[in-house]
């Protein structure tokens, strides 16, 4: 891990995230999956986002791709600025024809059905490149689609550029997903839960690539995923959501050694500690709440071991120390 | 993206069902109840219950158009055919005969391909490979092709229908019932039973019957409207039903002779056929949904 | 992959075997051919003589296996009716049905393919609503009487095409349009099902979060996919159109085989009818086979599997 401290402190971010609200209208409802929350991520930083399903990790990430689901989402309040522009503000031939897969792009959670059985890597691949008019002609796409190969590391590109995805195994066919979400040199990659399907040997070859890419290219990562073991082993920092809101975010060693919301700690209790003596895994008794009618409060406070009768209302962003913060009424400094 | 939000958006995305339930009340099928209904009614009231002799020759009142057109009266409600005979009661006594054909059709290959199906799936090994490549080599004739050669065999009539296309759909039942009691077998209470030394006989009636019997029910009832299209084709060739019997398929054979006088006397019968099966295909939707999810694609 | 075409060659002939065993032991079912052979009042010995010369004296598999013989070398015997070699008339009326089943086919494709497209990425919108208004009607409304319908309005009313025979594009119009009608609904279905399916898969997401073209995703990416269950049954369509063929080809004298196999019926042709129905199979297990063999084309995974 590039050491979090040797990151230049104030620098421009390269995505902004704020109070950004995408509400879903359902017959039954608006449920109110992103409720306000705020992002930031530096150029060559990761960020994850922890939190479990339903929190509404993965609808804040479609709302940066402005790929909510038709008709229901909609992004009702806030902004996403990506290199200074709004995204919430583009047409949406804009967005698909400036934006997705060239300046911000995604690789999607399941390797093995990322790929289109029918068609061979090397379209694929190619495919960002010919939406994007960033490659002019076979020859060339070829030549650009060989080079990204290698650069996530595929043996022999030249030879394995006319396969077909049946003929590539998980843990390549991972890379070919990445291959194509890097292809355009994106400013942004969001990484939704990219290595959850795969078994642990090559999820950590996932991430040392994720991290090489970074070096190479400084783009900056949002890395979403419900396991705060991945986030430790890959980001820089974190933000924990939970109830469609950010209840904690900070540098990820900060978060890890000092967690002050009840959640952040019950999530951290729940992950599994190779080499530590086997303990029970606390799980979280209880469920989250509904996003349709959230309560007026602290939305974890149903489930809260350390509720008090303050959490009737809901906490603001305290800073627990540099970049630490957290919503919780625990973290309110004391006078 | 398995999540929440990916079933939010599953729910949201299903207006043409909502559009659906709007047309048919809370999901049950009213109208296709409403006309099956009526078409039973005329079914079982014959030819007590028909306004006119739908055999009676008027050569007089030959070519009425239907009583709302000019020149039709309302003692023809649908208008006559080039005999002077009633369409009206010629439809109605048809319902009759479709119906026979379909109930008896269906129970016929419904029991043979349902016991055969069971028999194969519930043996396996040699008695289920011959079953199921009979079936293959059945399927791989048209099944009208099937139906002509047997009709050489037999002389047309009410009974040869019903035996046609009997030996025509056993198979459709078969396989999928064959499949059905593989995955039974499976089942820990079948296993059980046969350890505890219950008869094949019993295994079969006691345990592999009722829980075969929803999709027995569904297949029977989404079957219907194949079963009356094949018996008006089988008469339109005039393989099927023969005078005096009335048949919508014999109808529109006749009224095929004169189809530029009387334009009323080739649609409306089909539109009898239409309406029938499209109720019965409701119905069998229905059904479907309602009884065995898991046949959605059916 | 040769394994895999000799298998489905091999299992295509077993079929076509099968089908020979099925329809000759109906047909002979019949009881006596002979009886429609020789006038009512022949003598026994003139019965015997016949009988003994068609080899029907012996057992049903010996009859079977003679019938079979000749069958192989292209003698399925005379038509009664015609005066001439069975086969002789069925592969000259063969052309004709095929040549109107596979408009009836491609008829059945442009209109179910987008239909069924546009209704998958429509969902909820007028087009599957009509889509799905069309293919309940479709299912309930017999081919035959389509074609009268057909013949009603274009033929009759307005005079535009014509009702029988065949000769150029304008007779195959008609005939087309009653023998493809039915199956649209189901094809509808299949390609929307497929596409909705695909629409919602990991890799249109992708597509999508790469900046896709909409209009390409739909056409190229998914559509190849959601291709693959149609192709698939295209044999089976193909066979129910020949079957469907039977009437289609009565209403509008078209000079196919269905309409001879069918007169052939009425006359208790026995030969003609028994050719004509093994042909139609022939030409179903090949059709299926082509089939098999085609998925190779446009799923990558069969081809090397």
């Known amino acids: 891990m590039t050491d979090a401290a040797t990151l230049p402190a104030v620098r421009p971010p390269l995505l902004k995230v704020e109070n950004l609200k995408t509400y879903l209208h359902l017959k039954r409802g608006v449920v109110r999956a992103v409720d306000g929350v705020d992002l930031e991520v530096a150029e060559g930083e990761t960020l994850g986002i922890v939190g479990e399903s339903g929190s509404g990790k993965t609808m804040t990430s479609l709302s940066m791709l402005r790929l909510l689901p038709k008709p229901s989402g909609r992004i009702v309040e806030g902004s996403i600025t990506l290199d200074g522009t709004d995204l919430v503000k583009l047409s949406e031939a804009e967005m698909a024809r400036d934006w997705r897969g060239q300046r911000i792009s995604m690789v999607s959670q399941d390797p093995l059905t990322s790929l289109n059985p029918v068609y061979s890597i090397g379209d694929q691949v190619g495919a960002p490149f010919r939406y994007h008019n960033l490659a002019k002609g076979r020859g060339a796409v070829r030549k650009a689609v060989e080079a990204v190969l290698a650069r996530v590391r595929i043996p022999s590109p030249a030879k394995r550029i006319d396969d077909y995805p049946h003929q590539f195994s998980g843990g390549m066919r991972q890379r070919v997903v990445t291959a194509m979400a890097i292809a355009c040199s994106p400013r942004l990659l969001i990484a939704d839960e990219p290595t959850s399907a795969l078994d642990v040997t090559i999820q950590v070859q996932m991430m040392e690539l994720f991290r090489e890419l970074q070096r190479d290219s400084g783009v900056g990562i949002i890395m979403i995923t419900h396991d705060l073991g991945v986030a430790a082993g890959i980001c820089h920092r974190v933000a924990v959501m939970y109830a469609g809101r950010v209840v904690e975010s900070g540098d990820v060693r900060e978060i890890f050694r000092h967690p002050v919301h009840p959640y952040t700690r019950g999530l951290l209790n729940s992950i599994p500690h190779l080499g530590r003596k086997r303990r029970r895994l606390e799980a979280i008794a209880g469920q989250p709440p509904s996003l349709i009618d959230p309560p007026k409060g602290c939305r974890f406070a149903a489930r809260c071991p350390q509720r008090m009768a303050r959490c009737d209302d809901y906490p603001p962003q305290f800073e627990v120390s540099t970049g630490h913060q957290a919503a919780c009424w625990l973290a309110e400094p004391r006078p | 993206m398995v999540d929440v939000d990916a079933s939010y958006a599953e729910i949201a995305r299903r207006p043409s069902q909502i559009v659906m339930r709007r047309l048919f009340g809370s999901g049950i099928p009213w109208w296709s ?202 008469s339109f060739l005039g393989l099927g039903i023969q005078s005096p019997d009335v048949s919508w398929g014999l109808m529109l054979a006749d009224a095929r002779n004169y189809i530029g006088n009387a334009w009323w006397a080739i649609t409306l019968p089909g539109v009898a056929i239409m309406l029938t099966c499209l109720s019965a295909n409701l119905i069998g939707d229905w059904l479907r949904d309602t009884l065995d999810p898991k046949r959605r694609q059916l | 992959m040769l394994s895999y075409i000799l298998r489905r060659v091999m299992h295509g002939v077993v079929s076509i075997i099968g089908a020979s065993m099925l329809i000759f032991v109906i047909s002979r079912m019949s009881g006596d051919p002979i009886v429609l052979l020789l006038p009512v009042d022949a003598p026994q010995s003139a019965i015997d003589a016949m009988r003994e010369t068609m080899g029907l004296d012996r057992p049903i598999w010996m009859q079977y296996l003679i019938f079979a013989g000749k069958a192989l070398t292209g003698d399925f015997g005379n038509s009664y009716r015609w005066q001439m070699p069975a086969l002789n008339l069925v592969l000259d009326r063969l052309p004709a049905t095929i040549e109107l089943a596979l408009s009836a086919l491609l008829f059945s494709i442009m209109l179910a393919v987008p239909l069924g497209v546009l209704s998958a990425v429509n969902r909820g919108g007028w087009i599957d609503t009509v889509g799905k208004g069309f293919a309940m009607l479709g299912q309930a409304m017999p081919g035959f009487w389509v074609g009268l319908l057909l013949i009603l309005v274009f033929s009759v009313h307005l005079n535009w095409l014509p009702a029988f025979g065949a000769g150029g594009v304008s007779h195959i119009i008609l005939p087309a349009i009653a023998l493809g009608w039915y199956p649209v609904a189901a094809q509808t279905r299949i390609i929307r099902s497929a596409m909705l399916d695909v629409l919602d898969s990991d890799y249109i997401r992708m597509g999508r979060a790469l900046g896709a073209p909409e209009r390409l995703l739909v056409w190229k990416y998914a559509f190849r996919n959601a291709a693959v269950p149609l192709v698939t049954v295209l044999g089976v369509y193909f066979a129910s159109m020949l079957g469907g063929a039977f009437v289609v080809e009565v209403i509008f004298a078209w000079p196919g085989l269905g309409r001879t196999v069918v007169e052939a019926v009425f006359a208790r042709d026995f030969p003609v009818v028994q050719a004509g129905v093994l042909f139609t199979s022939v030409l179903f297990v090949v059709s299926n086979l082509l089939v098999d063999l085609s998925y190779g084309l446009i799923d990558p995974r069969i081809r090397h599997g």
């Open chain 2, 33 to 234: 109840l409403l006309i099956f209904s009526l078409v039973v009614v005329a079914a079982i009231g014959g030819d007590n219950i028909t306004p006119h002799d739908p055999n009676g020759l008027d050569l007089g009142s030959a070519f009425k158009p239907p009583s709302w057109l000019e020149g039709g009266s309302i003692d023809y409600l649908l208008g006559t055919d080039n005999l002077g005979r009633d369409i009206f009661s010629r439809i109605m006594a048809g319902a009759s005969v479709t119906l026979t054909v379909a109930i008896y059709a269906i129970v016929i290959s419904g029991g043979i391909g349902a016991l055969i199906g069971m028999v194969s799936g519930y043996f396996g090994g040699v008695v289920d490979t011959i079953i199921m490549r009979v079936v293959d080599i059945q399927m791989s004739i048209p099944s009208l092709a099937l139906a002509l050669v047997i009709a050489t065999v037999l002389s047309p009539s009410l009974t040869t229908v019903i035996v046609v296309i009997s030996i025509t759909y056993w198979t459709w039942y078969a396989r999928i019932i064959r499949g059905e009691i593989l995955s039974l077998k499976e089942r820990d209470y079948v296993a059980l039973a046969k350890v505890a030394g219950c008869s094949t006989a019993t295994i079969f009636v006691r345990h592999l019957l009722p829980n075969i019997l929803n999709t027995l029910l569904v297949l029977a009832s989404l079957q219907v409207g194949q079963v009356i299209i094949f018996e008006a084709s089988l």
